[in-house]
């Protein structure tokens, strides 16, 4: 199985801190995406990474990618209550197919 | 970007029963997905819906449990057959977006008792 594993499986920080999710995959990839999932709710696509690239931002985010090492981490800055939310990293395999991490829940306190 | 809407939002089955749930889109679409969530899980692809043509299911996952409907280019049902309490999970559907991303609907929680 392609699934990725997330850790931690759970994070809890204060606002304006950052929050630091880390992402491992198994199989090469042609990119790998984050999402964020409310209180089980639908998911919202975050930011994409290709493979060719090792850093990519937006706004507070910032995501990395190790291809040598089949993972990505997703960075938080200055975190508010408003992000806290389950996080998904997801690799993109054919014919569009894409297959979801674990998760990690992050819990941010006013 | 698609707007996707899903009814029911939730739900509350008895165990034995089947329950249909509808996937919205406001644009046409080739292709749908859907997904099952279990409690505190990640999100499984259950299969893969295209208008025309059978759905195409991931290993685990059969016809005869989830049958799949797919009318046109901008629906599609999902039923949940024959439903246990293990079958209690969140059912979103999901279409392509350019990029390799994917929109996602609100999502319908479902629990069999």
């Known amino acids: 199985s392609q699934q990725g594993e997330e850790d931690p499986q759970a994070l809890s920080i204060q606002e304006g801190e950052n929050a630091t999710m880390n992402c491992s995959y198994k199989t090469s990839i042609n990119n790998l995406q984050w999402y964020r999932q409310n209180s089980g709710r639908g998911l919202v696509h975050l930011i994409l990474i290709r493979s060719n690239e090792r850093e990519k931002h937006s706004g507070r985010l910032r995501v990395t990618l190790d291809t040598s090492k089949k993972s990505s981490s997703l960075l938080i800055t200055a975190s508010r209550a408003a992000d806290t939310a389950s996080y998904f990293c997801?690799?993109?395999?054919?014919?569009?197919?894409?297959?979801f991490g674990t998760g990690t829940k992050l819990q941010v306190i006013p | 970007s698609a707007v996707i809407s899903q009814k029911p939002s939730r739900d509350i089955c008895q165990r034995g029963t089947s329950l249909t749930i509808q996937c919205q889109v406001d644009?046409?679409?080739?292709?749908m997905f859907w997904y099952r969530q279990q409690p505190g899980q990640s999100l499984t692809l259950i299969a893969t819906a295209n208008q025309g043509s059978e759905a195409t299911y991931e290993s685990g996952f059969v016809i005869d449990k989830f049958p799949i409907s797919r009318p046109n280019l901008t629906f599609s049902t999902l039923t949940v057959s024959n439903m246990s309490p293990e079958d209690s999970s969140i059912y979103l559907c999901s279409v392509p977006e350019t990029g390799q991303t994917q929109y996602f609907g609100p999502g319908t929680r479902l629990l069999v008792l």
């Open positions: 644009s046409q679409v080739t292709m």
């Open positions: 997801a690799t993109h395999g054919g014919y569009q197919k894409v297959t």
